[in-house]
């Protein structure tokens, strides 16, 4: 398979079949919180997008140092660590650098942090045995493939705040039924690649 | 905390406070390792202990660590208990680790555990806050078996597959694989949240997020949100 096979091969496993949110399940605090509205859901898909790509940038060398030192165990720690000080760093580059980009997107980068599914992208890498390439494109795209379902959540929930709910199920357990539905839906591209 | 004792302490996790169906905490691992009662069950004693050592920990260290970076010191000792979890798993239920996969390395990022230091651990003294601990875990251990026996019933058509116990139901159940498949975990889930909602006599919650976001009073990020619901220590 040549390398643009594999690339868009990659691409569409992350945002159709393997989708992280409405397959996996990973990411589900940010999908049921942000997705109110149209613009911040694509805000934070921006923000998601690029942390997961400089996360997996970072947290890869990282990897092959301590399995020289052979001290894998320590990936964990080591890199929620990197993921947390790198969130900072983003922060305060961006605040003084691109102030416009910045003020779009500053309000969602504390909450990445404790987003499962930026850690989860960077352990899969290594789980997956991807290159140091690729590892960074599949990093972006899921984080691409997060994005598309917060998107899609936005105008589905839009509608429900419109429907008449009985009154138990009002709030969330309406909009997790909602994203049941959602998820259904993508389970028809499931063996597509 | 005087008033109630500590039993109070243990107890509210379980219904009134239970941080997966009245505060909506931890979803992922919630809705990913459900679709079978054993790794539900797994998963949801893994955090607790997990949970248990951490709140100990930073219990006993919340006089040593210093507020400004507090946060990156719980993520290490969560961390650290988390990588101790996976080591014992993979030593003595290697199937249960098989299963579980990354999830067990996602208990870290789990905000139950985060939200409970910060909002628990580390006001309070060792013993209360392990009791915390206790509490919240078999909260959470109990929702997450209850998703996960629902799921399993309706989705495969057997109970605790795997174990000694299981419990296999003829092939003439009627079984729906949708209950297998995240779609189901979040219907079981939404029914379950609605179902505590009428239990507790409160109304559930409007949105996950900041609001039900334990970081809420220290994360820059939510200026905008409401405050989220401090301990009355």
């Known amino acids: 398979m040549n390398l643009f096979q594999s690339l868009i091969t990659t691409l569409l496993a992350a945002v159709l079949t393997d989708n992280y949110v409405l397959s996996r399940s990973i990411g589900i605090c940010p999908f049921l919180g942000v997705s109110k509205k149209l613009s911040s859901s694509l805000g934070m898909g921006a923000a998601v997008i690029f942390v997961m790509g400089c996360a997996a940038a970072a947290t890869y060398p990282i990897y092959q140092l301590l399995a020289m030192l052979h001290l894998e165990y320590l990936q964990t720690v080591a890199f929620i660590l990197i993921i947390a000080l790198f969130v900072q760093l983003v922060e305060i580059a961006m605040k003084k650098l691109l102030p416009p980009l910045y003020r779009a997107l500053g309000v969602y980068l504390p909450l990445i942090t404790t987003n499962c599914a930026v850690l989860n992208v960077t352990l899969n890498n290594i789980d997956d045995g991807y290159s140091y390439g690729m590892a960074i494109w599949n990093a972006i795209c899921v984080g691409i493939g997060f994005t598309i379902a917060l998107v899609i959540f936005s105008g589905v929930r839009s509608r429900i705040e419109a429907a008449d709910i009985p009154e138990t199920f009002k709030g969330i357990p309406a909009t997790l039924v909602a994203a049941a539905l959602v998820s259904v839906s993508f389970t028809a591209f499931s063996g597509m690649i | ?233």
Request: proline share 6%; hydrophobic share 50%.
């Open chain 2, 1 to 233: 905390m005087k008033n109630k004792g500590y039993l109070h302490e243990f107890t509210k996790g379980l219904l009134k406070e239970n941080p997966t169906l009245v505060g909506l905490l931890g979803m992922c691992p919630t809705l990913a390792v459900t679709s079978q009662a054993f790794n539900a069950l797994g998963m949801g004693l893994a955090t607790m202990f997990v949970l248990v050592g951490s709140n100990l920990m930073i219990s006993l260290l919340r006089k040593v660590i210093p507020a400004t970076v507090k946060l990156p010191c719980y993520i290490v000792i969560i961390a650290g208990f988390v990588t101790i979890v996976d080591f014992l798993l993979h030593g003595f239920l290697p199937e249960l680790h098989e299963n579980l996969g990354t999830f067990l390395s996602l208990i870290t990022v789990n905000c139950i555990i985060l939200g409970r230091a910060e909002m628990f651990a580390s006001k309070n003294p060792p013993l209360p806050s392990v009791l915390d601990g206790l509490g919240m875990g078999a909260g959470f251990t109990l929702s997450l078996l209850a998703i996960g026996t629902i799921r399993e019933i309706l989705g495969a058509g057997s109970w605790m597959a795997g174990t000694p116990i299981a419990i296999v139901f003829p092939d003439a159940f009627p079984t729906l694989s949708i209950f297998s498949s995240t779609a189901g975990g979040f219907l079981t889930l939404g029914v379950l949240v609605a179902l505590a909602g009428l239990l507790t006599k409160k109304k559930p919650p409007a949105e996950v997020g900041c609001a039900a976001c334990p970081m809420a009073g220290s994360c820059t990020g939510c200026t905008a949100a409401p405050e989220g619901k401090e301990e009355t220590a």
